[in-house]
T-cell receptor, first 117, second 113 residues
């Protein structure tokens, strides 16, 4: 149980392109979804937290106009990297948790490797 | 400022022996800690957690110890198996806060047959 599917797993595109990444909870309803970014040999860094039906909360230093997050349903959240540039190349990973219980762990997708040429 | 630190980037142990992965934190507001395991090309998988009201939590071969005064936790795996070879991330969070997990950089564990 608690499967999170992330798609696509790998994206290579030209500079200036917008890229959408989907995160789905397959067997549970995710009241909260999280988007992380990881640079090589670094820890996962939280970019934003999204709750279904409301605006995402972005971490300091993350441009909300650059990284558009939509959490339209209890099973789907999307991250759109707008007008992507080479410095946006990174590993993006989502997680989801169900319910309001604090002790519910976050369940992670397999991540998306984004490469901007 | 790295609030959660895993100072050993890698660890190598023999099959059947104990693996001890360490994690230190600086933020005294953290009161819930989790360990995740990550295989290449996969997302992190939740392994075990511990609340600050406890000093030990055990689940099969995995035990997490928490020393609040030292702001230190460790994950013990015994006996270690080759399938345990992965990157292990320590994460911390504050209850009643934003549910924001703060991760360490990870420790790559290699269990040799």
């Amino acid at each position: 149980g608690a499967v999170v599917s992330q798609h696509p797993s790998w994206v290579i595109c030209k500079s200036g392109t917008s890229v959408k990444i989907e995160c789905r909870s397959l067997d549970f309803q995710a009241t909260t979804m999280f988007w992380y970014r990881q640079f090589p040999k670094q820890s996962l860094m939280l970019m934003a937290t999204s709750n279904e039906g409301s605006k995402a909360t972005y971490e300091q230093g993350v441009e909300k106009d650059k990284f558009l997050i939509n959490h339209a349903s209890l099973t789907l959240s999307t991250l759109t990297v707008t007008s992507a540039h080479p410095e946006d190349s990174s590993f993006y990973i989502c997680s989801a948790k169900s319910g309001g219980s604090f002790n519910q762990p976050q369940h992670f997708g397999d991540g998306t490797r984004l490469s901007i040429l | 400022d790295q609030q959660v630190k895993q100072n050993s980037p890698s660890l190598s142990v023999q099959e059947g022996r104990i693996s001890i992965l360490n994690c230190d934190y600086t933020n005294s507001m953290f009161d819930y800690f989790l360990w995740y395991k990550k295989y290449p090309a996969e997302g992190p998988t939740f392994l075990i957690s511990i609340s600050s009201i406890k000093d030990k939590n055990e689940d099969g071969r995995f035990t997490v110890f928490l020393n609040k005064s030292a702001k230190h936790l460790s994950l013990h795996i015994v006996p270690s198996q080759p399938g345990d070879s992965a990157v292990y991330f320590c994460a911390a969070v504050t209850q009643g806060g934003s549910e924001k997990l703060v991760f360490g950089k990870g420790t790559k564990l290699t269990v040799n047959p």
